[in-house]
């Protein structure tokens, strides 16, 4: 069922008596076991938790559920920044999975925005890793920090151009993300984006001030990662934007092959 708030957002109603919402909080605590996992590139998350009520808490924030969501928080027995055994809280879950509301929900009833999971990631960073940009804006809204980095030296700015979310791109480097940001191999946010082939990641970083000829620590470059993986069009516009084509670390057959064929069209 759908009602419309005073701001004029349509928002399930969750109608329990007090004594309904007294006897689903002792079953959870009694009876509920919840163990979920996602994968992604960078992350491993086990919502495992000590209690029940963590546990449903977790759950909840992975499926969006909001009305469970409130009635945890609301219930005064959970800590909205309860962690699992990676050290991942409710907030970060929510962002991984892309709800919006629960988000809203976490941060309006406490939640610490820039904690970090034990890899060193944040909530803005797995909202940026999934191309969530309305909570990615929402964060920045409420303080969210653009400098914490991973165990590797990711931050939410390589995360995004390595999954190619170009408009989560803009937002963070709008929001102070500094363009750079390596990994602690040296990998930066162009490389990563030419790794990945997004043309258009590549333009936007190019735009803001990214460094064409920047190479990894192994002299590997974004023009010769994108020509050893046949994006051509990726490197014509870093021919365009000045990338050395003779700034590479080997020279192999499908990067000559690549680099000759532009030659003849740029």
Not at 58 to 63: E, G, I, L
Not at 67 to 92: E, P, W
Not at 133 to 151: D, Q, W, Y
Request: a negative charge.
């Amino acid at each position: 069922m759908l009602s419309v708030s005073a701001d004029g957002r349509d928002e399930p109603v969750f109608r329990i008596s007090q004594e309904a919402a007294r006897d689903l909080i002792h079953f959870l605590e009694a009876s509920l076991d919840v163990e979920d996992s996602c994968c992604c590139d960078m992350c491993m998350m086990s919502f495992k938790k000590e209690t029940p009520l963590a546990n449903a808490t977790f759950w909840a924030a992975r499926k969006g559920n909001l009305a469970l969501l409130q009635l945890l928080l609301n219930s005064g027995r959970v800590d909205v920044d309860c962690r699992d055994s990676t050290g991942a809280t409710a907030l970060m879950v929510a962002s991984y999975a892309g709800h919006i509301q629960c988000v809203r929900e976490l941060v309006l009833q406490g939640a610490d925005i820039n904690l970090q999971r034990d890899s060193g990631a944040t909530a803005l960073f797995f909202a940026s890793q999934q191309g969530h940009n309305e909570i990615v804006k929402f964060l920045f809204e409420f303080g969210a920090s653009t400098e914490f980095t991973s165990r590797d030296g990711g931050t939410a700015l390589l995360a995004a151009c390595q999954h190619g979310h170009c408009r989560v791109v803009e937002t963070l480097l709008k929001n102070g993300a500094n363009i750079h940001d390596q990994l602690y191999d040296g990998a930066g946010a162009l490389f990563l984006a030419a790794q990945g082939g997004y043309v258009d990641v590549v333009r936007l970083l190019l735009t803001f001030g990214a460094k064409a000829n920047q190479p990894r620590q192994d002299g590997t470059t974004a023009l010769w990662i994108a020509a050893q993986l046949g994006y051509s069009e990726v490197v014509r516009v870093l021919l365009l934007r000045g990338a050395d084509r003779d700034s590479v670390r080997t020279v192999s057959s499908q990067y000559s092959s690549v680099m000759k064929s532009m030659a003849l069209e740029v």
